[in-house]
């Protein structure tokens, strides 16, 4: 990207990923194909001790590792197209965590930890599909609060659990940007700063993951119903069958620049980071619900079956989607930060710092009509 991704040109605002950031993407696509494509994730779960060894030489091969997200840019949007393809083959890999990743390798992966207070107990455990890939994690709470955790052993096995581990948060607070060390409860102004820039990073990266999940359940079903006569003609020529289509697509192509934006937020280093993820997650995961929904419901009941493609995208879905915040915990927090100024969007004036003062003083009091706004409104 020859210029900060959503920046306004001649003709509008350019929304697109840079052509490098697009190209790597598309290498990845690949690279995972050839490397196995659907049969990487059926794989792991038949022998889930060798996932790591599967998964993570392939990703070494592409340069996944010489990322760094936080630098911005071209780094970032390349980071979160090598997400949304691996996505797209449902890769059995906390991909997006481990991207997140300290600079100095001292833990395995960032997570987000839905509490927000320092310390033990503040909220749900905090847990990543990350089960054998790494015992030590980098924690952050939505208000950019750092902590370390440690995985426990999984509680089911793959088939069930999709490699899910709960995460032991550790009572010492880190040290910022390197995701090791004591610090302190309280950290410094600019050590908050930067966990909540983290914390933005590590709500949109697997959002991008679940973009191309969703991707890829349209695109099956597309086929399906194109392939798939019924009463003499394809599925695809019934109405019924194209207004389904129709919806999910549309919820699928919103989430895409909704994810777009929130990279643009994270790169200006915009004050509402950590909102535009939130409201980016609340949309992947309403989309997600109706997207699984459509394409279930036309593949039929073989859209269950291990033997369709979908079942496994559908099934791995569910951690992106349950973790670090479910659909009504990601609505819970997104309202409460929001108050009742809504969200500024790329566009806002002075009227944008009247909403940010009254985001900073919202409190637990705002309830969930508030997230129409009277003072703001949403995008």
């Known amino acids: 990207m020859t210029a900060v991704l959503g920046a306004a040109t001649s003709t509008g605002m350019n929304t697109e990923l840079s052509d490098e950031a697009a190209e790597y993407g598309r290498t990845a696509l690949r690279a995972f194909e ?30 996944a590792w010489e990322l760094d997200p936080r630098a911005g840019g071209d780094e ?36 987000l930890a839905a509490g927000t207070g320092a310390g033990v107990g503040t909220g749900p455990t905090p847990a990543a599909a990350g089960a054998g890939v790494g015992q030590r994690w980098s924690t952050v709470t939505l208000d950019g609060r750092r902590g370390v955790a440690t995985a426990r052993p999984p509680a089911e096995g793959p088939r069930y659990g999709a490699f899910i581990a709960e995460l032991d948060p550790e009572p010492a607070l880190t040290s910022a940007g390197t995701g090791t060390g004591t610090g302190t409860e309280e950290g410094t102004d600019g050590d908050t700063d930067d966990g909540r820039a983290d914390a933005a990073l590590a709500l949109v990266l697997p959002c991008w993951t679940l973009l191309g999940m969703l991707d890829r359940a349209l695109d099956l079903t597309r086929a399906h119903v194109l392939a798939r006569q019924q009463f003499g003609q394809p599925l695809a020529r019934f109405q019924g069958v194209q207004f389904q289509l129709t919806d999910a697509e549309v919820e699928r192509v919103g989430v895409e620049e909704l994810a777009k934006f929130a990279l643009w937020s994270i ?33 039929g009941a073989m859209g269950f079956c291990d033997e369709t ?15 670090p915040l479910s659909l009504s915990a990601t609505r819970d927090h997104l309202t ?44």
């Open 76 to 111: 970032l949007e390349a980071a979160a197209a090598l997400c949304r393809a691996a996505g797209w083959w449902a890769l059995p890999y906390p991909l997006a965590e481990r991207l997140c990743r300290p600079a100095d390798g001292s833990t395995a992966g960032l997570v």
């Open 309 to 323: 493609t979908l079942s496994w995208i559908s099934r791995y879905s569910q951690p992106v989607r349950r973790h």
């Open 336 to 379: 409460r930060r929001i108050g009742r100024a809504g969200l500024s969007g790329p566009f806002a004036g002075p009227a944008g710092a009247v909403g940010a003062a009254a985001r900073a003083g919202a409190g637990s009091e705002a309830g969930l009509g508030a997230v129409s706004g009277e003072e703001g409104q949403p995008r």
């Open 34 to 63: 050839a490397a196995g494509g659907d049969e990487l994730v059926q794989a792991a779960e038949r022998e889930p001790e060798k996932r790591a060894g599967l998964i993570e030489p392939l990703l070494d091969e592409i340069g």
């Open 267 to 299: 790169q200006t280093g915009h004050d509402d980071a950590v909102e535009d993820a939130l409201a980016l997650r609340l949309a992947a995961l309403e989309a997600a619900d109706l997207v699984f929904r459509v394409t279930h419901q036309l593949h």
